[in-house]
């Protein structure tokens, strides 16, 4: 696990894309921080080296109910293999195409009970500074809302 500037989670993974006919091992990484209580970002690809893989941000409660039935609607659905109880799949549709993946189960399980030693189930809108937040969305990112 890494150290971030926000309190959080870092864990390394492989998923494996599946093709028609054969799978592909994909690093990974899935990410927790304080700053985002409700997303964990899952990044795909190397990152060694100053370079950046590609990144989703996924529901940390999509995740939690992935784990043990469907879970998503459109860009990102998860559900357990029906034949295996340390499959999950992943699945991930974008403009440019779309993906699915298999993880493991025993793997985002642990990684979700970090998680929730940084910010409890349920807890994550306390950890937010809403009005902040929203003054920056207000805003047009960052600019004072009052136009001043």
Request: glycine share 12%; proline share 7%.
């Amino acid at each position: 696990m890494t150290s971030r500037s926000t309190p959080g989670y870092t864990c390394p993974t492989t998923l494996h894309l599946v093709g028609p006919q054969s799978w592909t091992e994909v690093p990974a990484q899935l990410s927790y921080e304080v700053s985002d209580p409700f997303a964990v970002r899952i990044t795909f690809g190397e990152s060694g080296a100053g370079e950046e893989g590609i990144s989703w941000l996924v529901g940390r409660e999509l995740l939690r109910t992935g784990l043990d039935r469907p879970a998503g609607e459109g860009d990102v659905r998860m559900w357990p293999s029906r034949t295996s109880g340390d499959v999950l799949f992943l699945h991930l549709r974008a403009p440019s195409g779309e993906a699915l993946f298999e993880a493991s189960r025993g793997t985002l399980a642990g990684f979700l009970r970090l998680t929730e030693n940084v910010v409890p189930v349920g807890e994550e809108s306390s950890v937010l500074d809403v009005d902040d937040e929203l003054a920056a969305l207000l805003s047009n990112g960052g600019a004072d809302p009052n136009g001043r």
